[in-house]
């Protein structure tokens, strides 16, 4: 394992009296079985440490520092909130594990000194699993929470608590504790109980929430697969179209119960331009409910920069009997939207892909400069993926109108179903 402790030194270097200090862990599988469709621990590395940096907001800072470990510090309190860290794990939980039923995923907690903190964050699973079981670790004091979606209880952070703690309660119940010459020596074991049945294989799709920056509220749901919180989408034109094919299925099925908002389904740009695979959306689009047209955006991925109209007014033919609005989703800023004709599309969505927060605010300058082409058009400027309060706030100063990403929402289970609300970096 790589030293941790430069790490940390690095992250924080000047630590304040008064600040609470605390290694995040997330422990695969309490109960030690594996379950079905159990994310890559290397995958879930990635995904949380994105996460926490989105939803841990300065003033206050977060690290990784070893696998599945990470340093939380608040320079403003002496301790954590366990109901904050239990909302934090709750939303943590649901996005690496969705669809799971609770205690799949415990997030435990350890605050003490730095030294303590990083001794914590070196322990391997099965000491975790020690101390979610009460048994405590070989290391200094601190407080210990297990933290699940449904609670948080404070568990022993030694032997020597746990001990203590075990005195305590069978004192409470009553129950002297035999001395150790009394105690037989062997106890017969009782029948193991019957293995509960796996809980179900999570969705393969989920649901991002889509803000109007305009009207402050939320406008509808854009259905994506799951996948691709862990790892980029393939680049095979067969592989995306299986992809699209499950999202048309699970949006139809949505349809029944999401009232609220526009619906945007994801179409690949090549796929679109293929008749065997027009064949196969329409297999599809023949289920859609006509009423439903209305409300219903098509959103066509990997779309190139020399785009041809000629294949722009074929898909948006293609598409009308079933969706009443057509997104052109880019990654290049400075599409040339200039090129095409009014009324041919609804609306353009920037994909922010830069690695640097500079290279994604630069991108986000180059969309908004081209906001008047766009509005002389009547062409609608969205941004997708924005990560930050930043990034969101860069895009409601350009007047970019809709926005999406893991600054707005996590991704859902369901539809959105009210307007109300806020995005995530802004609650």
């Not at 605390?22 to 879930?44: D, H, M, T, Y």
């Not at 119940?173 to 010459?181: M, R, T, V, Y």
């Not at 309060?389 to 707005?408: F, H, K, M, Y």
């Amino acid at each position: 394992m790589p030293d941790s402790s430069t790490n940390w030194r690095g992250f924080l270097p000047n630590v304040a009296i008064m600040t609470a200090i605390a290694c995040l862990r997330i422990l695969f599988n309490p109960g030690g079985e594996s379950q079905p469709g159990e994310v890559p621990k290397s995958k879930a590395q990635a995904v949380a440490d994105a996460f926490l940096k989105a939803r841990w907001r300065a003033p206050r800072k977060c690290g990784a520092v070893a696998p599945l470990a990470f340093v939380l510090a608040d320079n403003r309190v002496e301790a954590f909130d366990p109901t904050e860290m239990q909302e934090l794990a709750a939303e943590l939980e649901s996005v690496l594990f969705p669809g799971r039923q609770g205690g799949q995923v415990c997030l435990m907690t350890f605050e003490g000194d730095e030294t303590a903190v990083l001794k914590f964050a070196s322990l391997s699973q099965q000491e975790l699993a020690g101390l979610v079981a009460g048994q405590g670790y070989g290391g200094a004091a601190g407080r210990v929470h297990v933290i699940t979606a449904d609670a948080v209880e404070s568990v022993p952070s030694t032997p020597a608590e746990a001990k203590i703690l075990a005195a305590e309660k069978a004192a409470a119940e009553g129950a002297p504790e035999i001395p150790p010459a009394e105690k037989p020596a062997k106890v017969a074991k009782a029948p193991a109980p019957p293995k509960a049945p796996p809980p179900p294989p999570p969705a393969q799709t989920g649901w991002w929430g889509v803000y109007d920056l305009s009207a402050d509220a939320f406008a509808g749901s854009l259905i994506g697969m799951r996948a691709d919180l862990l790892e980029p989408p393939p680049e095979d034109d067969d592989k995306l179209l299986k992809r699209d094919l499950v999202c048309l299925t699970d949006a139809q099925a949505a349809l029944k119960t999401a009232t609220f908002g526009e619906i945007l389904v994801p179409f690949g740009f090549w796929n679109l331009t293929t008749p065997s695979a027009q064949d196969a959306y329409k297999s599809r689009l023949s289920r859609y409910p006509l009423d439903q047209q209305p409300r219903l955006v098509a959103t066509i991925y990997g779309t190139p920069r020399e785009a041809s109209l000629g294949m722009l007014q074929q898909m948006r033919a293609f598409l009308k009997g079933s969706f009443a609005f057509m997104d052109l989703r880019v990654d290049d800023a400075t599409f040339p939207i200039h090129g095409l004709p009014p009324e041919l599309i609804d609306s353009v969505t920037l994909l922010l892909t830069g690695e640097t927060e500079f290279d994604r605010m630069s991108t986000i300058q180059k969309f908004v400069e081209r906001k008047h082409t766009y509005d002389g058009k009547g062409v609608r400027q969205g941004v997708a993926g924005v990560a930050s309060r930043a990034e969101l706030d860069a895009c409601r100063a350009g007047g970019l109108v809709r926005v999406q990403g893991p600054a707005i929402t996590t991704l859902l289970d369901k539809p959105i179903a009210a307007a109300e609300g806020a995005p995530i970096a802004l609650s």
